[in-house]
C-alpha cells in the first residue's frame, strides 16, 4: 500500500512527517520537506497545524507510539509464560520501522517545547512500557520471575531490542538468536552456571 493511500490530507501529512522525522530527527526535517512530499505548500500546512513543526511532530508521534503499543500488546497476546510473550513482541517490534527510542529521547524531544516534552514521555510510558510492565507482572504472579529487577526489565527490554539492528551488523548470528540471546541475558543473566 502507497504512504497516505486512504488517509485524509492530514493523516496523510502525520504519516509523511513521521516517516521524515524518523528517518531523520526532529531537528532535520523541515516543514517545506514534509509539504512537498505530500504535494502542498507549506504555508498550507499551518491550516492543518497551527502549531507549525512541533505540533506535527508530537501529533505524528503519538499515533506512531499508539500503533506500537496496540502492536506489543497484540503480539503478547496470549502468551502462557514470559519468554513466549518476548519473543513475540521482539518479532513484532523488530517487523516494524525502526523507532529508535534512544535518539528521540536523546535528541528530538529537547528541541521541543517542556509541555511537548512531558506529553511525549506520558504516551510513550502508556503505549510502550505499560504493556511491558503488564508482560513483567504476569511473571511475577505466575512465578516465573523474582521482582528484584522487575521495574526495570521493560524498558531495558526495549531498548536492547532495538539494538538487535545494530548487533546484526557485526554478529554472523541470524535474528532469531540474538532475540533469544537478549531474552536470556535479561530473564537468566550472563553468569556460568556451576554445579
Same mark, same amino acid.
Given at each position: 500500500?502507497?504512504?497516505?493511500?486512504g488517509?485524509?490530507q492530514?493523516?496523510?501529512?502525520?504519516e509523511?512527517?513521521? !516517516?521524515?522525522?524518523?528517518?531523520?530527527?526532529?531537528k532535520?526535517?523541515?516543514?517545506?520537506?514534509?509539504?512537498?512530499?505530500v504535494?502542498?505548500?507549506?504555508?498550507?500546512?499551518?491550516?492543518?497545524?497551527?502549531?507549525?513543526?512541533?505540533?506535527?511532530?508530537?501529533?505524528?508521534?503519538?499515533?506512531?507510539l499508539?500503533?506500537?503499543g /496496540?502492536g506489543?500488546?497484540?503480539?503478547?497476546?496470549?502468551a502462557?509464560?514470559?519468554?513466549?510473550?518476548?519473543?513475540?513482541?521482539?518479532?513484532? #517490534?523488530?517487523? /516494524?520501522?525502526?523507532? @529508535?527510542?534512544?535518539?528521540?529521547?536523546?535528541?528530538d524531544?529537547?528541541f521541543?517545547?517542556?509541555?511537548? !516534552?512531558?506529553?511525549?514521555e506520558?504516551?510513550?510510558?502508556d503505549?510502550?512500557?505499560?504493556?511491558?510492565r503488564?508482560?513483567? /507482572?504476569?511473571?511475577?504472579?505466575?512465578?516465573?520471575?523474582? @521482582?528484584?529487577?522487575? @521495574? #526495570?526489565?521493560?524498558?531495558?527490554f526495549?531498548?536492547a531490542?532495538e539494538? #538487535?539492528?545494530?548487533?546484526?551488523?557485526?554478529?554472523?548470528?541470524?535474528?532469531?538468536a540474538?532475540?533469544?540471546?537478549?531474552?536470556?541475558?535479561?530473564l537468566?543473566g550472563a553468569?556460568?552456571?556451576r554445579?
Amino acid at each position: 500500500m502507497e504512504v497516505g493511500a486512504g488517509l485524509n490530507q492530514r493523516g496523510l501529512i502525520l504519516e509523511v512527517a513521521a !516517516q521524515l522525522f524518523m528517518a531523520h530527527g526532529y531537528k532535520s526535517v523541515s516543514l517545506r520537506q514534509i509539504a512537498e512530499r505530500v504535494g502542498l505548500r507549506t504555508p498550507s500546512l499551518y491550516a492543518h497545524f497551527p502549531g507549525g513543526k512541533e505540533q506535527i511532530y508530537v501529533e505524528a508521534a503519538e499515533r506512531a507510539l499508539g500503533r506500537y503499543g /496496540q502492536g506489543i500488546e497484540s503480539a503478547a497476546g496470549s502468551a502462557q509464560e514470559i519468554r513466549e510473550a518476548l519473543r513475540a513482541v521482539a518479532s513484532w #517490534i523488530l517487523a /516494524q520501522p525502526p523507532m @529508535d527510542l534512544a535518539r528521540v529521547v536523546r535528541t528530538d524531544l529537547p528541541f521541543l517545547s517542556r509541555a511537548s !516534552q512531558r506529553r511525549l514521555e506520558a504516551r510513550l510510558a502508556d503505549c510502550l512500557i505499560r504493556p511491558l510492565r503488564s508482560i513483567v /507482572q504476569a511473571a511475577l504472579e505466575r512465578g516465573e520471575l523474582s @521482582d528484584t529487577y522487575a @521495574d #526495570i526489565l521493560g524498558p531495558v527490554f526495549l531498548v536492547a531490542v532495538e539494538g #538487535i539492528r545494530e548487533a546484526e551488523r557485526y554478529s554472523d548470528l541470524p535474528r532469531e538468536a540474538l532475540v533469544e540471546g537478549v531474552i536470556g541475558l535479561l530473564l537468566e543473566g550472563a553468569r556460568s552456571r556451576r554445579s
